[in-house]
């Protein structure tokens, strides 16, 4: 392999390779540590994944019954006020960084 192959490679796929570097220099340092550091790891994406499942049912169960001319309706130029209470009570229920979830916003208003 050339120096110029390595440079094609994506950028997320050298953070995994770093990543995993770092975790087998930690398994030869202090074994019972990374033992420890796997298992955390393991329990923590455990629960991002049982999250992400329940969050893309909703996406589908909505996505199947909320058409959307009713967000238009609801969400769009012509909503005025009542547009803009949906947007303050979606803010105050859903819990999520605002740089998040203004752009989300944004596209269900257009």
Same mark, same amino acid.
């Given at each position: ?7 094609? %490679?994506? *950028?997320?796929?050298?953070?995994? %390779?770093?990543?995993? @570097? @770092? ?25 991002? @994944? ?15 019954? @909320? ?8 969400? *769009?130029?012509?909503? *005025?006020?009542? *547009?803009?209470?949906?947007? %303050? ?22």
């Amino acid at each position: 392999m050339k120096f110029e192959d390595y440079k094609k %490679i994506s *950028g997320q796929w050298k953070f995994l %390779i770093i990543i995993l @570097i @770092i975790y087998l220099i930690v398994f030869i340092v202090d074994f019972e540590f990374g033992k420890e550091a796997i298992n955390n790891f393991l329990v923590m994406f455990g629960k991002v @994944i049982a999250i992400a499942v329940v969050v893309f049912f909703i996406m589908f169960v909505l996505n199947l019954f @909320i058409k959307p001319e009713i967000i238009k309706k609801h969400l *769009g130029n012509e909503s *005025g006020l009542k *547009g803009l209470f949906y947007i %303050i009570l979606a803010s105050i229920f859903i819990s999520g960084p605002p740089y998040v979830l203004m752009p989300m916003f944004s596209d269900f208003k257009e």
